[in-house]
Nanobody, 124 residues
């Protein structure tokens, strides 16, 4: 059974950092693109960033460029989202997703499996 589990969310003050993890089970994580999305209260889900299976291609949303980075440890079947210089506007539920096409696309429709999400709250 394919499963993605996010962790690492929590409450942090503005300017702080958090690292989210996305652990996969039930399939080989290392050959697929992985993306992170978020949904803020009252808003639609939006793309954050994504990486190809090799990590050589990374696509960023403009709102997080220079602040967020993505990395993956294929041996551990885990992808990480490092978030720095957080602002209250980053408050959202964060989701990781896997694209079987291996395309690190900005479109949520390009992803096949999703985690349940982890809450990130940034206080001012």
């Amino acid at each position: 059974q394919v499963q993605l589990v996010e962790s690492g969310g929590g409450l942090v003050q503005a300017g702080g950092s958090l690292r989210l993890s996305c652990a996969a089970s039930g399939f080989t994580f290392s050959t697929y693109a992985v993306g992170w999305f978020r949904r803020a209260p009252g808003k639609e889900r939006e793309f954050v960033l994504a990486t190809s299976w090799s990590g050589k291609i990374i696509v960023y949303a403009d709102s997080v460029k220079g602040r967020f980075t993505i990395s993956r440890d294929n041996a551990k079947n885990t992808v990480y989202l490092q978030m720095n210089s957080l602002t209250p506007e980053d408050t959202a539920v964060y989701y990781c997703a896997v694209a079987l096409s291996n395309s690190p696309t900005r479109a949520s429709s390009g992803y096949d499996y999703w985690g349940q999400g982890t809450q990130v709250t940034v206080s001012s």
